[in-house]
């Protein structure tokens, strides 16, 4: 199974400011053929379920603020959000589907703020 | 609104069993693969299972192969996951989420808002 890791852990971040959250994955999840990367982020608010917030690495979701955006590719990925809001507030959790079933989640980072 | 409801979720000793039950409303339900994904205490989200939109197929994670068994009743726009011989380490949030398109995508764009299986003596 492919592993996810998540870094930081836990960050904190002045409203306004820039928070980025890195992936890295245990292996590639890019496919070649297709130059595709099986890639999702997701947002979990206290007391509520995840929420997709973007999938292929870089498409939002609809509905999703574009201040989050990600990037990277093959092993290395990172969730933006930009002008970080209080509403921000969550665990953020990436996701491979590149060798599913399974598909596996990181650790998860926790976005505070400063 | 598109929506999922999730229960059956309850306090349960090791070894017992346990059928979780997801409502689904809103959307095609029958034109979706379904899938089941936890949220262990102090960890992180763990994927459980998953059945294709006709019940054909179905996937489950090592960690509950030969113990849970997913299934999908399209005529009540119903989900399940029957969870057999449960252990300690079984106790979690468990959510039920709608693949994102048609076929199987693995990302998941509703969530139910879960339910709680405690195994414990």
């Known amino acids: 199974d492919i592993v996810m890791t998540q870094s930081p852990d836990s960050l904190a971040v002045s409203l306004g400011e820039r928070a980025t959250i890195n992936c890295k994955s245990s292996?590639?999840?890019?496919?070649?053929?297709?130059?595709?990367?099986?890639l999702a982020w997701y947002q979990q608010k206290p007391g509520q379920p995840p929420k997709l917030l973007i999938y292929w690495a870089s498409t939002r979701q609809s509905g999703v603020p574009d201040r989050f955006s990600g990037s990277g590719s093959l092993t290395d990925f990172t969730l933006t959000i930009n002008g970080l809001q209080a509403e921000d507030v969550a665990v953020y959790y990436c996701?491979?589907?590149?060798?599913?079933?399974?598909?596996?989640f990181g650790g998860g980072t926790k976005v505070e703020i400063k | 609104e598109v929506q999922l409801v999730e229960s059956g979720g309850v306090v349960v000793q090791p070894g017992g069993s346990l059928r979780l039950s997801c409502a689904a409303s809103g959307f095609p339900f029958d034109d979706y693969t379904m899938h089941w994904v936890r949220h262990l205490p102090g960890k992180g989200l763990e994927w459980v299972s998953l059945i294709t939109w006709d019940g054909a197929t179905t996937y489950y994670a090592d960690s509950v192969k030969g113990r849970f068994t997913i299934s999908r009743d399209n005529s009540n726009n119903s989900l399940y996951l029957q969870m057999n011989s449960l252990r300690t380490e079984d106790t979690a949030f468990y959510y039920c989420a709608k693949d994102f398109d048609t076929g199987t995508n693995y990302y998941l764009d509703v969530w139910g808002r879960g339910t709680t299986v405690t195994v414990s003596s």
């Open positions: 996701q491979q589907y590149y060798s599913a079933p399974p598909t596996t």
């Open positions: 292996q590639s999840v890019t496919d070649s053929s297709n130059n595709r990367n099986y």
